[in-house]
């Protein structure tokens, strides 16, 4: 089993909707990490967070460290939406270990 | 800032052949990451640097070989190529500091392609 389980792997949606992506993990972590990767293959790097929620435009970000799970929300989703997104936990030695990316398809 | 850069964008390498993947950052950053990224399969830590001089394995270190002798580089070597190396290849960088604090930036990816 993987440290870092996202799910759905595949999301279509129209353009509009309220989009949830999910991110469970198994080991204790400092922080956790939602990233962007376009179809360009460029990745940005959307939240860091080890607690509570974050918001930046239409996108939100939530973790809960008892469950071990996080979100991201993506709110009147856009076609520029379209990318994978990634979670990825901070561990033990200060490195990274990543899911396997959630490929969303916001349709016009 | 021109950020993290990599050279090649792109590959093609035939079995057994070696080559240098370059990453450059300007930001004056001390940690340094290479992941492996493959078709469905979440980025893996191949090596990592603390700063100038320091190195050390990742999560699938076997068939490269890194140095760090400026802050600034970090180039991946691969001596023997194999089809197993086949991938996109990406660099990172971050500041030093709390890790839970810090951003990581990565650079645009090397596609490699083992023949």
């Known amino acids: 089993k993987n440290e870092v389980e996202q799910s759905p792997q595949n999301l279509t949606a129209q353009e509009g909707e309220f989009i949830t992506i999910n991110c469970s993990y198994s080991v204790g972590i400092s922080a956790l990490h939602w990233l962007q990767q376009h179809p360009g293959g460029g990745i940005v790097s959307l939240f860091m967070l080890s607690s509570g929620k974050k918001k930046h435009g239409r996108l939100i970000a939530t973790i809960n460290i008892q469950e071990k799970h996080s979100s991201l929300h993506i709110t009147a989703s856009h076609p520029r939406d379209s990318a994978v997104y990634i979670c990825?936990?901070?561990?033990?030695?200060?490195?990274?270990?990543f899911g396997q990316g959630t490929r969303l398809t916001i349709n016009p | 800032n021109a950020g993290v850069t990599q050279t090649p964008k792109f590959r093609i390498l035939k079995i057994g052949q070696s080559m240098t993947l370059q990453c450059t950052q300007d930001m004056n950053h001390n940690y340094m990451y290479w992941y492996r990224q493959d078709p469905g399969m979440g980025l893996k830590l191949i090596y990592y640097s603390v700063g100038a001089g320091i190195t050390d394995k990742g999560e699938v270190p076997n068939g490269y070989n890194v140095s760090r002798s400026t802050t600034e580089d970090f180039p991946l070597r691969l001596e023997l190529a194999a089809p197993s190396q086949t991938s996109v290849y990406f660099c990172a960088s971050r500041r030093a500091g709390l890790a839970g604090k810090e951003t990581q930036y990565f650079g645009p990816g090397t596609r490699l392609l083992v023949l």
């Open positions: 990825a936990v901070l561990g033990g030695a200060q490195k990274l270990v």
